[in-house]
């Protein structure tokens, strides 16, 4: 007998260590792939999943400025804050298929447990970065709103959709390019490949949620953009902020005429 999908990802959310997680997690993803996990939900998901000792998780107004970047501080204070948002961007792909995958079919669980896999190697890569630098994850305070807004979307597949790869990660989108500029124009070559990399593969991660949002308002015979805009307003606080990266938006699937009015 295989082993359930769900407890396969039930236990990569509740690994605490970064890297095993991280290993784990593109595990699961692989095992998923070669037909070795069934499309079986017979656990739940962790309400909150694995976390290392460090970093300290601060709310967003505690979290030290950090500056543009420049100097060697600046520098590992940028690449610590990168490897965070991938770190939970694992959790956040891992939950969106072990908790709305057996609602939604095969494909979903396919499309999001790719998606970790990618988080997990971003992870993996930022953090050789941030060794490169002197420094490791776990070495600088970092904040906790990326789960939050998880929390926020438990109980509805729509609306974690409409947050997560549609908001959140949509936004990686606009503000990656600069900086990419930033990075490259303090000669880190290898950052920027690493930052380009991430970019290239985001856009695949908002497509995924593009289209699985496009699908569940279908079948609730609701307009996508009109289903999109209340979920975001009820369950997102901020607003949608420019400037938006428009054309990396379109190639996404987001289309100006959904994001716009919101702004
Ligand atoms: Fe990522
Ligand atoms: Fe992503």
């Not at 069934?38 to 709310?59: C, I, K, N």
């Not at 709305?100 to 896999?117: C, H, I, P, Q, T």
Request: neutral net charge.
């Amino acid at each position: 007998m295989t082993r359930s999908v769900a407890s396969a990802i039930r236990e990569a959310l509740l690994e605490c260590d970064p890297r095993a997680k991280a290993m784990m997690t593109r595990k699961v993803a692989r095992d998923w792939r070669l037909g070795r996990l069934s499309f079986v939900f017979d656990v739940a998901m962790p309400t909150v999943p694995g976390r290392p000792e460090a970093p300290e998780l601060l709310p967003p107004s505690r979290m030290p400025k950090r500056g543009k970047g420049g100097s060697e501080r600046g520098r590992i204070a940028l690449w610590h804050a990168l490897a965070h948002i991938e770190f939970v961007a694992i959790d956040l792909a891992l939950d969106m298929a072990g908790r709305f995958g057996g609602e939604m079919d095969e494909r979903f669980v396919g499309d999001f447990l790719s998606v970790a896999a990618d988080e997990a190697m971003h992870y993996a890569l930022i953090d050789r970065h941030l060794r490169g630098l002197g420094s490791h994850y776990g070495a600088l305070p970092a904040h906790d709103g990326l789960w939050e807004a998880a929390g926020k979307t438990s109980h509805d597949v729509a609306a974690r959709l409409a947050v997560v790869p549609m908001v959140l990660e949509a936004r990686g989108l606009d503000v990656t390019p600069a900086t990419l500029d930033r990075v490259k124009a303090n000669g880190d070559e290898r950052g920027a490949r690493i930052l380009q990399r991430i970019l290239d593969d985001e856009i695949r991660h908002v497509r995924f949620g593009a289209i699985h949002f496009a699908e569940v308002a279908e079948r609730l015979n609701e307009s996508r953009n009109d289903l999109w805009k209340t979920l975001v307003s009820r369950h997102f606080g901020g607003a949608v902020k420019p400037p938006f990266n428009d054309s990396a938006r379109l190639a996404a699937g987001l289309p100006r005429d959904l994001y716009a009015s919101l702004a």
